[in-house]
């Protein structure tokens, strides 16, 4: 999947910024290098200064400035409630690209990250050979590839968006060659990783990329993709929990997501700003058959960790870029939407980038810098041709 180096014209602020929370998002997803809390801690400090750097030296107004810290302010405090600078370094960036052009910031780290994930491959297939961590992890009796990362899922996450960069990179200029070449990357990373939910995913961008859905028909499936799955989350949790059949049914087809997120919604609650729950540890929970926990559904997450203020915000600024009607950013938004039901990711826009479309609506006037010159945000109309 080689695609021709495009020179990217980002501020330098911004551009260290972005590739300290890359380097911190990589590094905290791997196990063949220590990382700590305070680490953690000093990255975001460091790339958010860079980006504080940025704000000061474009000079906003009185008004824009008050507005971006009522966000940073929102944003600081979630995290210190809930122990997580994932998504306070995903609003600073969204608001920081104010006036950077969308094209050129996703290519910078399109690059950056596939540079990265290359290191971390190598450096783990090295340090294997010579008594290292093992390439594989066994989860439920499979042998999975994680290739020195925390699980499989993480690799097939950090893999599955610089597979999304890709195509939005290349999203007018996709031939049946590069779709043939896209699936044969998919499969393969499924061969190692195994990950399901990853795959279905992958097809699902793969049709909306092939064929010519109306552009009216995606703009209205982006509007309300993100509350209708949510809405679906929580109807589904709270059925489980009255025993409803379906409900059931649907846990085992979602590999137990229902139950972590009714247990979720029985312990926690419902939480506007957000939970600190990284400490909280489960060793046996016989009334639910559970012997650990995690969030394995973004709306989950929002509900009892994150915080639900940032999903209505999610949802109303979604809505608001959908209404552009651009193909790209509806199938992208609906990419993020339908992603938030199996895994987590959705947040991080250093994981899962789509959540980036919202800068868009951040820019006055044609937004040619934000769309860019080269017109790749454009309505393309897919490869089958409508006749």
Not at 266 to 292: M, P, S
Not at 324 to 351: P, Q
Request: charged fraction near 15%.
């Amino acid at each position: 999947m080689k695609i021709k180096i495009m020179k990217v014209h980002i501020n330098n602020y911004i551009k260290i910024g972005i590739f300290i929370l890359l380097i911190k998002t990589f590094w905290g997803s791997i196990v063949l290098i220590p990382y700590t809390g305070a680490i953690d801690s000093v990255l975001t400090v460091l790339a958010c200064a860079f980006f504080l750097l940025e704000i000061l030296y474009q000079k906003y107004s009185i008004n824009t400035l008050a507005i971006y810290a009522v966000f940073v302010i929102l944003s600081l405090f979630s995290a210190s409630k809930t122990g997580s600078f994932g998504l306070m370094s995903t609003v600073i960036t969204c608001l920081v690209l104010r006036k950077e052009n969308l094209v050129d910031v996703i290519t910078y780290m399109y690059q950056v990250e596939k540079i990265l994930f290359s290191i971390v491959f190598i450096m783990a297939i090295i340090m294997s050979l010579f008594g290292g961590p093992s390439l594989t992890m066994n989860v439920n009796g499979m042998e999975r590839y994680a290739f020195g990362f925390t699980h499989p899922n993480v690799f097939s996450a950090i893999a599955f968006n610089i597979i999304m960069m890709w195509v939005w990179i290349n999203f007018n200029r996709m031939t049946p060659k590069r779709i043939l070449a896209l699936i044969l990357v998919e499969l393969l990373l499924f061969y190692f990783t195994r990950t399901r939910t990853t795959l279905i995913l992958e097809m699902i961008m793969d049709i909306l990329i092939v064929i010519p859905f109306s552009i009216r028909i995606l703009s209205k499936i982006a509007m309300v993709v993100t509350p209708t799955m949510a809405f679906i989350t929580y109807v589904l949790a709270v059925l489980f929990m009255r025993g409803n059949p379906f409900a059931i049914m649907m846990n085992t087809v979602l590999s137990s997501r229902v139950k972590l997120t009714a247990y979720a919604l029985e312990k926690f609650g419902l939480t506007i700003f957000g939970n600190n729950l990284q400490g909280f540890r489960v060793n046996w929970e016989a009334n639910w058959g559970l012997n650990d926990f995690t969030f394995d559904n973004l709306y989950s997450s929002f509900f009892s960790s994150v915080g639900i203020i940032w999903l209505i915000a999610c949802t109303v600024l979604f809505f608001l870029v959908a209404r552009k009607k651009d193909r790209k950013f509806c199938v992208y938004i609906i990419l993020w939407a339908l992603y938030g039901m199996t895994e987590v990711h959705g947040s991080n826009c250093y994981i899962f980038f789509p959540i980036l479309v919202v800068t868009t609506l951040f820019t006055k006037g044609t937004g040619k810098k934000q769309y860019g010159l080269n017109k790749q945000v454009g309505n393309g109309e897919g490869i089958i041709k409508k006749s």
